[in-house]
């Protein structure tokens, strides 16, 4: 006789269902809150080109000028973009005039225009396509002025800069054929003294320009940002990331 078989067991699929549990609040705000900066962004990100940042050349420095002339380089590579000079003069043997001027090479051009010369900028200040420009090459551009007659029957001392403290020029220069702006900043004396001495100078404080042609520059702007925009703080932004828009969304 053979061995009695077993019964068969029965075989059945194991079926598991997956029941979606819901995230915990705050994990699914922050997660829609992505979403939707995502999909309102995206688009713009696609479409639009990488912005342009641009880069700013700074020299600080700390230099005098009293009778004689300074050289300007802001490029740095030997070139005389703009030339202050502090001069006297003498008119018919019995008036004296001392004059701080800037001049500048070929095109070079500053911020002015008014009778008194040129325009003196507080930081933050625009430069560029939008304002009135002057040439100053082979010409002078006035910043401030002294004179007195032979026996100190008149004085005056006049110029936008006379006397002014630690503000800027704004400038306008060419580089291989193309515009770019930059600013210079000064500290300027000028009084006449009890025995009739004229006392013109100035300190040179540090300069800087855009290397991006065409772009405008906040005086006392030291560092570039996105191309054309402009804050009120004088520095460029970049763009914020998703995940910050995200989070700005989410409060």
């Known amino acids: 006789m053979g061995k009695p078989e077993l019964p068969r067991t029965k075989e059945r ?21 992505y979403a939707l ?23 600080p420095t700390h230099i005098k000028l009293t009778n004689g002339r300074l050289v300007v380089d802001l490029t740095n ?6 030339l202050l000079t502090d001069t006297t003069e003498s008119h018919s043997g019995y008036a004296y005039t001392r004059e701080l001027e800037i001049n500048g090479s070929s095109n070079a051009s500053v911020i002015g225009g008014d009778h008194k010369g040129v325009t003196v900028l507080h ?13 100053v090459s082979g010409g002078e551009g006035l910043l401030a002025g002294a004179s007195v007659s032979g026996y100190g029957f008149y004085s005056r001392v006049y110029g ?3 006397n002014v403290r630690r503000s800027y020029m704004g400038l306008k220069f060419i580089i291989n054929g193309e515009v770019h702006y930059g600013w ?9 003294d009890k025995h009739h001495g004229l006392n013109v100078g100035a300190l040179l404080l540090g300069y800087a320009y855009e290397t991006t042609p ?5 005086a ?32």
């Open 13 to 33: 699929a194991s079926t598991r269902i997956r029941v979606a549990e819901p995230l915990p609040g705050d994990t699914d705000k922050r997660l829609r809150a």
């Open 37 to 59: 900066a995502a999909s309102a962004a995206g688009v713009g990100l696609l479409a639009l080109a990488p912005p342009a940042y641009a880069e700013i050349i700074y020299t």
């Open 77 to 82: 590579s030997g070139t005389e973009n703009f």
């Open 123 to 135: 930081a933050g200040s625009v430069i560029g396509s939008s304002r009135s420009f002057q040439k």
């Open 160 to 162: 936008n800069w006379a």
């Open 184 to 192: 210079a900043e000064l500290s300027v004396l000028d009084r006449i």
């Open 214 to 218: 065409n772009l405008p520059i906040k």
């Open 220 to 251: 006392g702007q030291t560092n570039g940002g996105e191309a054309g925009t402009v804050s009120p703080n004088g520095f460029h932004p970049r763009p914020k990331t998703l995940g910050a828009l995200a989070r700005g969304a989410a409060k």
